[in-house]
């Protein structure tokens, strides 16, 4: 079973306040990523990544930045929080080509922008 | 674009009762269909998948969904649930199979709440 480990928990922060949320898979998956989670918009993927230095854009990446530093790692930046970046935040990781559709997620991250 | 579209938001049902799911999509091509469940405080974890063949597919925990192409539909079953059940169901498609999780589209999920 993959381990996907998102950190903080929870995290609450100002307007133009800096975040940073973490995510860490111990499972040498190549593919990571980033989904945002709203009430009746499902999961809407922000960015994701299929190697270390790699960045792609999601859908939705407007305001957020991304970086992978290790296989292991995967970074998401708001650098200028907004009030409607509040959100539940997922990481996830799949491996591609071998379970190349079934994504593993973490637990979330609530971040709360007052 | 695939789009998905689950209708009901909340859905509550006594223990034992038996369950659906709705799930529509719309996508021109051949679909890839998935459900996804997520328990409290956890992320989402595979239930099941649709690619092709035998419409009806299994999943874990006695779950089942049903692909009916000419309804654009894969409702997920359960003939008796369990209070355990309780969660948010999210149905996913995508334009391949080999999906690396960038083709993905979620549905806005649906509350399933079992009463003891």
């Known amino acids: 079973e993959a381990a996907v480990t998102q950190s903080p928990r929870n995290k609450v922060t100002v307007t133009g306040g800096n975040v940073t949320l973490s995510c860490r898979q111990t499972?040498?998956?190549?593919?990571m990523y980033w989904y945002r989670q709203d009430t009746g918009h499902g999961l809407r993927l922000i960015h994701y990544?299929?190697?270390?230095?790699?960045?792609q854009i999601g859908d939705v990446p407007d305001g957020y930045k991304a970086t992978r530093t290790t296989q292991e790692d995967f970074f998401l930046l708001l650098e200028l929080a907004s009030p409607s970046q509040t959100s539940l935040y997922f990481c996830?990781?799949?491996?591609?080509?071998?379970?190349?559709?079934?994504?593993?997620f973490g637990s979330g991250t609530r971040l709360t922008v007052l | 674009a695939q789009s998905v579209t689950q209708p009901d938001a909340r859905v509550t049902v006594s223990e034992g009762a038996s369950l659906q799911l709705r799930c529509k999509y719309s996508?021109?091509?051949?679909?890839?269909l998935f459900w996804y469940v997520q328990y409290p405080r956890q992320g989402l974890q595979l239930l099941l998948k649709?690619?092709?063949?035998?419409?009806v597919v299994q999943g874990v925990n006695g779950f089942e969904a049903e692909f009916i192409k000419s309804n654009s539909s894969f409702h997920l079953r359960k003939a008796s649930v369990h209070w355990s059940d309780s969660a948010v169901y999210f149905c996913?498609?995508?334009?391949?199979?080999?999906?690396?999780?960038?083709?993905?589209?979620f549905g806005g999920g649906t509350r399933l709440t079992v009463r003891p």
């Open positions: 996830a990781s799949s491996d591609w080509p071998t379970s190349a559709d079934t994504l593993y």
């Open positions: 499972n040498s998956h190549n593919y």
């Open positions: 990544s299929y190697g270390a230095g790699n960045l």
């Open positions: 996508y021109s091509g051949t679909p890839y």
């Open positions: 649709y690619y092709s063949g035998d419409p």
């Open positions: 996913a498609v995508s334009a391949t199979p080999n999906n690396a999780g960038a083709k993905l589209t």
